[in-house]
């Protein structure tokens, strides 16, 4: 974290000076606002972060509950979200508090008495480090209070507006707010009112049954329900041994269990398997006592048994898969023509099972996507044409997660004898975990992601796929960092110059790269304001091949070194060496001769380029910036 540049800060760091629409925020809704967002569910509240770093958009989050969730649905977070929580600041403190997965225990009958379960396998769950994040449980509530607590400590001192109910929208081009939206108080002594709200943009977070999805004409389409599970968070005593593990339990009568241990050490969940829904039930399933799903897994446990004494939160859902035929308001017809105006993400797009913790995750990566680009769109750095990527991208990435939960709710519903191999399920929860990480989203090449010519050079880094941090060591204090972790959400573009064996100072393809960056009209940071900090819109590093103590600072060029602040001072914490033992172009299969690897604000490698490659960066970024002031 950086602080200080301008002026001594003696209080809390995260909490940045209010700026542009956070200077007397007002209270109520006004009349006019750059984006409004419909619910404030993780990909809804992920999207408001994310806005709320720009302090000239004007952003609002309206939610028709009164108030906070107090008990979230929602409790697995990915590796992938959790280094996404890294990059909005709160990492550390969401895994102190979580539950931290690091291996899945499977059971199942007992070959000499069938009535009996047995522990027949473990799994590690990160066997291959996929990731140097871990694999955690929390409720949902307090993943939405991060993000509360980054926007109301940002520029724009960006807070939900509860009580709003969204009614309807209507779309007219012509004016500079297009949108139309109506909404209707929903809590509060004045509980009833309409209230037209007109915005540039909408995106529609407002879960499975979206009304934004049904003001744009989408509608969901795949496998109705056809298996129901009891969920239950409680407190419980037990002799079941891997109470704390999270397990995948299988019984003599077909039944299953889900078990995922809860944060806290003493809470944890339980989904059910209540079996095949019957041809014309009509939800009727869903009335299944609180008791009866007890009953049903003290079944499946048996020799084992569960005495519940509290029950947190309990439901009944029926698995279904389902998604939308697009993500905005542009019809197919109209691609290429017409601009979107209206966003639908997370649940409002691709409902699914909640046993391999898809949801949340997958949705606040939509918001993660869409967030960004309405940033820039809105402050003049890209066209408009931009805002059309969000659907492309993500509507393939929900379909690619609705196969797979498919197939592993499939499998989880699955009687023992059916399978056949005995450690099917174990081998197929190895096989995939890549997938339900959150690492296996590969973006195709698109005006943001660049073709794979020059890919040999940067192996470890695929385009199209996430970021995956590696250690480096900084100069300026020695210290053994990780790079990725310094990315954090302000909507920078991030340029990593991967340096040739030349040290700093001599004359190099680095050397005259980075003289281009900072001289050359063509070059991306041409595009900053002038009025803006040099790194304002990119944050460009260098990584050296050299250890730090043989790397002379004073000898790397100077935009590697911008000047911040109204004081003008140095930054030096943009220049790396190599750590000894975790070389990072070894690890990441970096080219000895140099690379350039450009990432996007959410952390998506989009080009790969050797040292000389300038007209192809320039080009690359002359199409994304085509909107740009100067």
Not at 48 to 59: E, G, H, V
Not at 172 to 190: F, H, I, M, Q, W
Not at 223 to 237: N, P, R, T
Not at 360 to 377: C, E, P, R, T, Y
């Amino acid at each position: 974290m950086q602080f200080h540049h301008h002026g001594y800060v003696s209080g809390d760091p995260r909490i940045q000076a209010a700026a542009g629409t956070g200077i007397d925020r007002p209270e109520e809704l006004p009349d006019e606002v750059d984006v409004l967002i419909v619910g404030s569910g993780p990909a809804g509240m992920l999207t408001a972060a994310q806005l709320s770093a720009f302090p000239d958009i004007t952003t609002r989050i309206v939610e028709r509950r009164d108030g906070r969730l107090a008990i979230g649905q929602a409790d697995g977070i990915q590796a992938r979200s959790v280094e996404t929580f890294q990059a909005f600041g709160f990492a550390e403190r969401i895994v102190a508090e979580a539950y931290r997965i690091t291996e899945m225990a499977f059971w199942r009958p007992d070959p000499q008495d069938p009535t009996r379960i047995v522990r027949s396998g473990r799994a590690v769950d990160d066997s291959t480090g996929i990731s140097e994040f871990k694999h955690l449980v929390v409720n949902q509530a307090r993943v939405l209070d991060y993000f509360a607590e980054f926007m109301a400590n940002s520029p724009t001192r960006m807070s939900p507006d509860y009580g709003w109910d969204f009614q309807a929208l209507e779309v007219d081009d012509n004016g500079e707010y297009p949108v139309k939206v109506t909404l209707v108080r929903s809590a509060g002594p004045d509980e009833g009112t309409e209230r037209i709200v007109r915005a540039k943009y909408v995106v529609g977070s407002d879960g499975a049954r979206s009304k934004v999805r049904a003001s744009i004409g989408c509608t969901m389409a795949g496998d109705q329900a056809k298996h129901a599970w009891g969920v239950m968070d409680v407190l419980a005593s037990t002799d079941f041994p891997d109470i704390r593990l999270k397990c995948a339990i299988q019984s003599h009568t077909g039944g299953s269990i889900l078990h995922i241990p809860r944060e806290g050490g003493h809470l944890f969940r339980m989904y059910v398997d209540l079996g095949v829904v019957p041809e014309g039930d009509r939800g009727a399933v869903r009335n299944t006592s609180m008791e009866e799903i007890i009953a049903k897994a003290n079944d499946i446990l048996h020799p084992y048994t569960l005495e519940v004494r509290n029950v947190a939160w309990n439901s009944v859902y029926e698995v279904g898969h389902r998604l939308t035929d697009r993500f905005d308001n542009v019809l197919p017809e109209h691609l290429g023509t017409q601009t979107p105006r209206i966003f639908i993400t997370g649940d409002a797009c691709h409902t699914h099972s909640a046993k391999a913790g898809q949801g949340m995750n997958v949705s606040m990566q939509d918001g993660f996507n869409i967030g960004w680009k309405l940033a820039h769109v809105l402050e003049g750095r890209s066209p408009e044409s931009l805002l059309s990527t969000y659907s492309a991208e993500r509507q393939v990435v929900a379909k690619n997660l609705i196969d797979f939960d498919k197939e592993w709710s499939s499998m989880m519903a699955k009687k023992p004898e059916e399978f056949a191999n005995p450690s099917d399920l174990e081998d197929f929860y190895v096989r995939t975990a890549e997938f339900p990480a959150g690492f296996m989203t590969e973006y195709a090449p698109s005006m943001i992601i660049s073709d794979a010519t020059h890919q040999d050079l940067a192996t470890g880094f695929p385009l199209g796929k996430r970021f995956k941090s590696a250690l480096a060591s900084r100069v300026c204090d020695t210290n053994p960092i990780h790079l990725g972790h310094q990315a954090t959400a302000d909507g920078r573009w991030r340029i990593y110059v991967f340096a040739d064996p030349s040290p700093a100072g001599a004359a190099s393809p680095v050397a005259n790269f980075a003289e281009w960056l900072s001289t050359s009209p063509q070059s991306p940071l041409a595009a900053t304001p002038k009025e803006l900090d040099a790194d304002a819109w990119f944050d460009v590093k260098v990584i050296y091949q050299q250890r730090h103590e043989d790397i002379d600072i004073n000898a790397v060029p100077a935009v590697f070194k911008p000047e911040v602040g109204p004081f003008k001072l140095t930054d030096y914490e943009k220049v790396y060496g190599t750590v000894p033992g975790a070389d990072i172009f070894e690890e990441r299969g970096l080219s000895r001769d140099g690379v350039v690897v450009v990432v996007r604000p959410d952390q998506y490698v989009a080009n790969v380029l050797p040292l000389t490659a300038t007209a192809e960066l320039a080009d690359f970024f002359a199409l994304i910036h085509s909107g740009a002031r100067v």
